[in-house]
C-alpha cells in the first residue's frame, strides 16, 4: 500500500494530469456517467480521494450529491478540503482521514475509484478493498474505476508521451521503472475477474488510454 506523504500534495494536481494519460477526461466521464443515471439525492463513496478532484468533478455536475471522501494521507485530504471549499462545496461532503474499513458500512448509490488499485498487491489486498466498497454500495450502484493494467505494448509509447508533457528522457524512464517496479499492474481480465469476485457485474469499459483503463460495473443484486 502507497500512502502518499504530505509533501506529495502540493504538486500532485499539476503532475497527474502530466503523468497519466487521459486523466482530466476520465473523471468527465465518469461524472456524466453518474449525472445521467442520478437526477436527485444520492451518496457517492470516493475512496482515496486524493486532493479531491474526482469529488470537485462528479459534485459540479451532481448538484444534489453528497460525498463520502476517504484518504489516508492528511496532506491530500487538507488539500481536497481547501479546494471544495473553494468551490462551496464542502458541506456536500463528508471527509475522512483513513481507509476504507475506517468507515461505518452507510450505504452508497454509487462509487468512484481513481488511481488507487495498482498501490496494492493481487495478494489479497485488491480484492479486499474492492469487497469493502461492494459492502458500502446498494444493490445496482455503478463502480467507477480507472486505473493503470499491464500494458507492455504501449509502454514506450507513454514514454514518448511523458518526455512530449515536458519531461526529460531520463524522468520518463524514471516514471516506467517506478509502474514496473513498484506498481501492481494487473491485466485488464484480471481487474474484471477481481470485480465479479468481490460482488460486480456488468462489466465494461468507459476509457482507455495506453495502459489507463476505465471500467464501469455495477453491484450485483445481494439474494
Ligand atoms: C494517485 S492518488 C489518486 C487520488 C485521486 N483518486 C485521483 O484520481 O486523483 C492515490 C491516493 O490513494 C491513497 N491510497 C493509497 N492506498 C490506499 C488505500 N488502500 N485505500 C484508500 N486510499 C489509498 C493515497 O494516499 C493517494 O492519495
Known amino acids: ?60 455536475l451532481l448538484p444534489y450529491a453528497r460525498f463520502t471522501a476517504v484518504e489516508p494521507s492528511p496532506g491530500m485530504l487538507e488539500v481536497a478540503r481547501r479546494k ?23 450505504q452508497h448509490d454509487a462509487a468512484t475509484l481513481s488511481l488507487v488499485l495498482h498501490f496494492l498487491p ?4 485488491k ?10 454500495l446498494v444493490d445496482n450502484a455503478p463502480l467507477l474505476l480507472f486505473d493503470a493494467v499491464w500494458s507492455n505494448a504501449t509502454d514506450n509509447a507513454l514514454g514518448f508521451w511523458l518526455q512530449q508533457q515536458g519531461h526529460d528522457e531520463e524522468t ?32 465494461e469499459p468507459f476509457f482507455q488510454a495506453f495502459g489507463f483503463l476505465g471500467l464501469r460495473a455495477q453491484r450485483r443484486q445481494r439474494r
Open 1 to 60: 500500500m502507497t500512502i502518499f506523504p504530505n509533501h506529495a500534495a502540493l504538486d500532485y494536481d499539476d503532475r497527474i494530469v502530466r503523468l497519466v494519460p487521459g486523466y482530466p477526461l476520465s473523471l468527465d466521464l465518469m461524472a456524466c456517467m453518474l449525472a445521467t443515471r442520478f437526477n436527485g439525492p444520492c451518496r457517492i463513496l470516493v475512496p482515496g480521494c486524493g486532493t479531491g478532484a474526482e469529488v470537485l468533478a462528479l459534485a459540479s
Open 172 to 203: 520518463a524512464n524514471a516514471v516506467l521503472k517506478r509502474m514496473n517496479s513498484q506498481w501492481h499492474r494487473p491485466s485488464p481480465e484480471r481487474v474484471s475477474q477481481l470485480l465479479a469476485e468481490a460482488g460486480f457485474s456488468a462489466i
Open 122 to 125: 493481487d495478494d489479497g489486498a
Open 84 to 106: 471544495l471549499a473553494l468551490a462551496r462545496m464542502e458541506d456536500r461532503v463528508t471527509f475522512i482521514q483513513g481507509m476504507i474499513d475506517d468507515l461505518p458500512d452507510d
Open 127 to 136: 480484492a479486499a478493498l474492492l469487497a469493502e466498497i461492494a459492502r458500502r
